[in-house]
């Protein structure tokens, strides 16, 4: 079919598809926001310095039984920072 400017549509929505979808599309901004915090503002707290390296999103995978969130760094997160960043994403989801 086509459509046409007037024509009138019906959309719906799938919300029990929907629900979890919209939980992980959350959760790429609350792993984005850990990641921020723990590369680049916990260290620049400790150190007095600004930092020039920034955490930037390359992209993302959403459905709704997984997310992917993929991102620019400067090298390979240490196992401590890693530990961090999901302690602050759990953290989010417990409170």
Known sequence: GTLSVGDTVKCSVDYVRRAPIASNHT?????????????I???????????????DQKGS???ETKLRFDFSWSGQLTPEQLAEVEKLCMDRIVN
């Open 61 to 63: 995978l959403v459905d």
């Open 27 to 39: 959760m790429t901004h609350v792993l984005n926001h850990a990641l921020r915090e723990v590369l």
């Open 41 to 55: 503002k916990r260290p620049e707290k400790e150190s007095g310095k600004t930092s020039t390296l920034t955490v």
